[in-house]
């Protein structure tokens, strides 16, 4: 059993170059080494995942891996023999969480001394924050990243039975595996990686750096997994990649995403979901399938990052503010019902108070159901962190505190529209403080909590609408 340590720095050169290389990605199949089948028996682990919906489900794979060595999962790092952390390095703030938990666990090794330490995910990809793991954090005995969660089982054997530290980060990423063990943590709502990675190379992104080229899987294997997914009684899936619309480019599939959701929509299975997309490759095609189908929801997350086209020319975002309100209302005009939320970076170097102004005046317009908003935050190794930048940290705090209130007043504006409407709402579960209330989710995404005396998780019930806030609906069961 061999490990290969070496991680890179990201490189922008380097890394833009494989963009333009045809690249065969090669289908393999996993296994467990025989001599590793029962490492986990009798010992607990404990997972904990940070950040987007890649890691959620890079979790359910690391759970699936962890469960067929038998280990057994605990809800407390008090309990576990092995505790695991799947993190994210999207912004600073992420990772400091992180550094301050595994500092903070460390207590534990002391009434446990073979407990193990593992962290992967995005943060396992940086260079400079695994050497502050190996100098700084020595409790902590594996690492591995985003491109060899595969490897676990090697890799932990090297930890129990070699006791060695293992690290094994690869700064390329690897073939894409198929038939990895999953232990999927909803029953009712699914997640389907449709690809991995992203080449759009943003310019404050860590994204194509942490997570690689762009690797589709095959529409044939995606479409087998949402049957089988259908067959076990999901009610919703939500196909993911960091652009969805880039689904099949590198395969030359015929039709790309929009031949993938149309296929998925005719499997039946009442709710399709997918994120996320970017702005400049929404395809009109796009928006035809979504609208044509009923069963895929008329929600769409397209994040704009900024209104003004200076600040998304450096951004390096290959839109104008009109070409994406132009994209904006076709969605709107095909289907007045269908609701938009974004993503949006305050204080990328050098706004100025004016440019900020384009992105409040955007927001205006658009009226967003929902908006995720921060502070732009410098990733070390992306072209944007080497930007001078004069804009302080109050003025960033300002005037995302001004945006937030900006947006919030237009997602009440839109609960309002709710009023008196029934609705139909995927149940999530029963509320943890009140009898016979319950909460889950409209077709448009928005959440709702309601009373009803027949229902069960995973229903999709009708709800009446009887007041709004800002982030949720309230209502009552309609028989
Ligand atoms: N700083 C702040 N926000 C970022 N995002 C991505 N990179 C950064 C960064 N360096 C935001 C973008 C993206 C979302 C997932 O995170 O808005 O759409
Ligand atoms: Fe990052 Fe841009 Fe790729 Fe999204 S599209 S993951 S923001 S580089």
Request: proline fraction near 3%.
């Amino acid at each position: 059993m061999k490990t290969q340590p070496g991680w890179a720095l990201p490189n922008l050169h380097e890394a833009q170059k494989r963009t333009q290389k045809e690249v065969t990605i090669e289908k393999s199949l996993f296994q467990i080494p025989s001599e590793v089948r029962t490492l986990g028996q009798g010992k607990k682990y404990y997972l904990r995942t940070y950040g987007c919906q890649a890691n959620e489900r890079d979790s359910e794979t690391l759970a699936g891996i962890l469960e067929e060595l038998m280990f057994t999962p605990v809800e407390h790092p008090e309990q576990a023999d092995l505790i695991l952390l799947n993190t994210c390095a999207i912004r600073k703030n992420a990772e400091d969480k992180v550094l301050g938990e595994i500092g903070s666990l460390k207590r534990l090794k002391r009434s446990n001394p073979d407990l193990i330490f593992g962290l992967c995910g995005c943060m396992a990809q940086e260079e400079d924050v695994v050497q502050v793991l190996l100098e700084k954090y020595r409790h902590v005995n594996l690492i591995f990243g985003t491109h060899n969660l595969h490897r676990l089982p090697e890799l932990l054997y090297e930890v129990m039975v070699g006791h060695k530290r293992s690290v094994e980060v690869l700064s390329k990423e690897g073939d894409v595996i198929e038939n990895l063990p999953v232990r999927r943590f909803g029953k009712h709502k699914a997640w389907v990686n449709i690809m991995y990675g992203c080449d759009k190379f943003c310019t404050y992104c860590i994204v194509p750096y942490t997570r690689g080229k762009e690797r589709s899987r095959a529409m044939a294997d995606v479409l087998q997994e949402i049957r089988q997914l259908k067959q076990d009684g999901y009610k919703e899936i939500t196909l993911l990649g960091q652009n969805v619309n880039s689904y099949g480019k590198d395969l030359h599939i015929e039709g790309g995403f929009a031949k993938l959701l149309e296929e998925t929509a005719k499997i039946g299975i009442e709710r399709i979901r997918f994120t996320t997309s970017h702005p400049w490759d929404f395809s009109d095609e796009m928006i035809d399938v979504i609208a044509r189908y009923d069963n895929i929801m008329p929600f769409i997350h397209l994040p704009v990052q900024s209104g003004d086209d200076e600040i998304l020319k450096i951004m390096g975002r290959r839109y104008t503010n009109a070409q994406y309100l132009t994209l904006f209302h076709k969605i709107k005009e095909r289907m007045p019902e269908c609701a938009i939320s974004t993503d949006i970076i305050v204080g990328f170097p050098n706004e100025s108070e004016g440019q900020f102004q384009h992105t409040l005046d955007l927001v205006k317009e658009c009226q967003f159901d929902n908006a995720f908003t921060f502070i732009y935050s410098p990733r070390e190794g992306t072209p944007a962190a080497r930007m001078a930048d004069s804009v302080s940290l109050e003025v960033k705090q300002r005037r995302l505190a001004e945006l937030n209130a900006c947006w919030n007043q237009y997602a009440h504006v839109k609960n309002e529209a709710y009023l008196g409407k029934v609705v139909k709402v995927l149940v999530d579960g029963a509320s943890k403080k009140k009898a016979n209330v319950w909460s889950g989710y409209t077709e448009t995404n928005k959440l709702v909590n309601f009373t009803g005396e027949h229902v069960t998780a995973g229903d999709i019930v009708k709800v009446k609408i009887t007041a709004c806030k800002t982030f949720s609906l309230d209502g009552e069961q309609i028989l």
